[in-house]
């Protein structure tokens, strides 16, 4: 029974590249939760998703950020034109219960733009 | 919007002592995770808990809603418990994200 997959667990990009990060939740879990961990810093909220859908993505910043989690396959953070500033830890957790469940992380991708 | 704080910041112990971590939160919550950060990045859940104590191994969470404190502690501290434990409450509203406290940075010495 695999945990929740993350990968790459580390990726490297220049400034103004894509960065695509990948989430395949736990067996059974349709709710999946991206937070950020900047160096030195608390983990952050970015956004939460069911299959087909982003439910809450108040903790994502307004541009270049995007979510999916689709009907079939992992769900995909993806961070358009990088700055060093996205440079972070970036987990992702799954549940099948939102709110009322242990939430499950993955090991989690680490970036680093140059 | 909850605020959680933990303390201490940073803790060295050695091997064999008990340890406290403690948390303090704002708001109302139904539920706190307790999380374990090992030093190579990766996070694993240890408890949630809404109420009263839990125990797994040598791993003891408490929680006192009236007061908002939970405490996590270690008996019987070992150089593998060396990791930063990281306690979250929900976000608010019904979404089930969470929230976290900055962490507590624990050192076990041989």
């Known amino acids: 029974n695999a945990g929740v997959m993350q990968n790459p667990r580390h990726l490297v990009r220049r400034r103004g590249q894509e960065a695509r990060l990948r989430c395949s939740p736990m067996?059974?879990?349709?709710?999946v939760y991206w937070y950020r961990q900047l160096p030195e810093e608390g983990l952050k909220f970015m956004v939460y998703?069911?299959?087909?859908?982003?439910?809450?993505e108040s903790g994502m910043p307004k541009e270049r950020f995007s979510a999916e989690f689709p009907k079939e396959g992992p769900s995909i953070l993806r961070i358009q034109q990088v700055v060093r500033g996205d440079s972070a830890a970036y987990f992702c957790?799954?549940?099948?219960?939102?709110?009322?469940?242990?939430?499950?992380f993955g090991a989690g991708t680490r970036l680093s733009v140059l | 919007k909850n605020e959680v704080e933990q303390s201490p910041q940073n803790l060295t112990a050695q091997e064999g002592e008990f340890i406290t971590i403690n948390c303090s939160y704002s708001?109302?919550?139904?539920?706190l995770h307790w999380l374990q950060q090992h030093p190579g990045g990766g996070i694993v859940s240890l408890f949630m808990?809404?109420?009263g104590k839990k125990k797994h191994g040598r791993l003891i969470a408490t929680i006192n809603i009236q007061e908002k404190h939970s405490s996590l502690h270690i008996t019987a501290s070992h150089p593998r418990d060396s990791a930063v434990y990281i306690c979250a409450v929900p976000g608010g509203g019904s979404q089930g994200n969470l929230i976290f406290g900055k962490g507590t940075k624990l050192s076990v010495k041989p």
């Open positions: 067996k059974g879990h349709s709710h």
């Open positions: 998703l069911q299959k087909e859908n982003i439910i809450d």
């Open positions: 708001v109302g919550i139904s539920a």
């Open positions: 808990l809404s109420s």
């Open positions: 957790a799954s549940t099948n219960n939102r709110g009322k469940n242990i939430q499950y």
